[in-house]
């Protein structure tokens, strides 16, 4: 059973910093590619950042500078560092593995709210 699990969400100030964790288990996880999605209220969901199986990594445009993404295949974890939030990075942050050939998991999301 293929299991992604976040933490490290919750509620900081504007100008502040969370780190979250993405733990999976059920996969090889070194294969697969990482990214984090994120969704607000009304609108459609959208990819906050991706780092491949290889280590090439992309951003969003509205994190970069901002948002940095890392990856230890050894714990199978995916990170995402977010510094200098906004009021606008309050979102619902998902966790994504995903392989072309094999498949795409998602875990359950974990809420991320900016605000004084």
């Known amino acids: 059973q293929v299991q992604l699990v976040e933490s490290g969400g919750g509620l900081v100030q504007p100008g502040g910093s969370l780190r979250l964790s993405c733990a999976a288990s059920?996969?090889?996880?070194?294969?697969?590619?990482g990214a984090w999605y994120r969704q607000a209220p009304g609108k459609q969901r959208e990819l906050v950042a991706r780092i491949t199986s290889g280590g090439s990594i992309s951003y969003g445009d509205s994190v970069k500078g901002r948002f940095t993404i890392s990856r230890d295949n050894a714990k199978s974890t995916v990170f995402l560092q977010m510094n200098s939030l906004k009021s606008d990075d309050t979102a619902v942050y998902y966790c994504?593995?995903?392989?072309?050939?094999?498949?795409?998991?998602w875990g359950q999301g974990t809420q991320v709210t900016v605000s004084s």
């Open positions: 059920g996969i090889i996880f070194s294969i697969y590619d």
């Open positions: 994504n593995a995903d392989h072309k050939l094999l498949s795409s998991h």
